[in-house]
């Protein structure tokens, strides 16, 4: 079974803190997403990646930064954190073949920061 | 960018009836969809998939309606089970502008004995 892991569950960190969530995934696949769920916004993507070391901003990329240093693992960087960053994150990978494929989730982060 | 939307945010069914989630893209681009369902305190799950040059496709118990005309995707749930109560999302892709899904913001799905 394909396996996407993400590091944490539950993170409580302060206002101002640098904050670093973790993905690792188990299947090799050339594709790896940061989303963020809120209620009622659904999931949104801040950042992805088509190959190590390679990063495209999504639909809100600001505040957060993302790592990809070798092809299983994808961080997500939160430089300053700030309140209305209190979300559930959730991380995703695919293959990279055509047309398209499904994404494959983690369980999720739930971060609040006070 | 494009949105993807869905017509109602919560639909309540009893145990045995069908169910059917709405969902709604603007983007004619699109050509890959994808049901969710998200269970609560877990990422989501890939429920099926649907190609633009198909109109149907069914899987076990669910069954997957796409109408290109009115930019419409449905999923039909059969003889709906409690472990069906979850959120479901639609989500999209447009081939060759990138392999990111774009979400609608979900359903949720509320089973009733």
């Known amino acids: 079974d394909v396996k996407v892991t993400q590091s944490s569950r539950y993170l409580v960190k302060r206002t101002g803190e640098k904050v670093f969530l973790e993905c690792v995934q188990d299947?090799?696949?050339?594709?790896m997403f940061w989303y963020r769920q809120d209620p009622g916004l659904g999931l949104r993507l801040i950042y992805f990646s088509y190959d190590v070391k390679m990063k495209e901003k999504g639909d809100i990329p600001e505040g957060y930064s993302v790592s990809r240093e070798k092809k299983e693992r994808f961080s997500l960087i939160l430089e300053s954190a700030s309140t209305n960053q209190t979300s559930m994150y959730l991380c995703?990978?695919?293959?990279?073949?055509?047309?398209?494929?499904?994404?494959?989730f983690g369980q999720g982060t739930r971060l609040t920061v006070v | 960018g494009e949105s993807v939307g869905l017509h109602l945010p919560t639909l309540s069914v009893q145990e045995g009836d069908n169910s059917i989630i709405n969902c709604a893209y603007s983007?004619?681009?699109?050509?890959?969809f994808i049901w969710y369902k998200q269970e609560s305190g877990k990422g989501p799950q890939f429920i099926i998939d649907?190609?633009?040059?198909?109109d149907k496709r069914q899987g076990q118990r669910v069954t997957v309606l796409l109408n290109k005309t009115v930019k419409h995707l449905s999923l039909q749930i059969a003889a709906t089970q409690p472990g069906d109560s979850a959120v479901y999302f639609c989500a999209e892709n447009i081939w060759n502008s990138g392999y990111a899904l774009n979400f609608g913001k979900g359903t949720s799905l509320l089973v009733t004995p």
């Open positions: 983007n004619s681009a699109s050509d890959y």
């Open positions: 995703a990978s695919s293959h990279q073949r055509a047309p398209n494929t499904e994404a494959f």
């Open positions: 299947m090799d696949h050339e594709n």
């Open positions: 649907i190609r633009s040059n198909m």
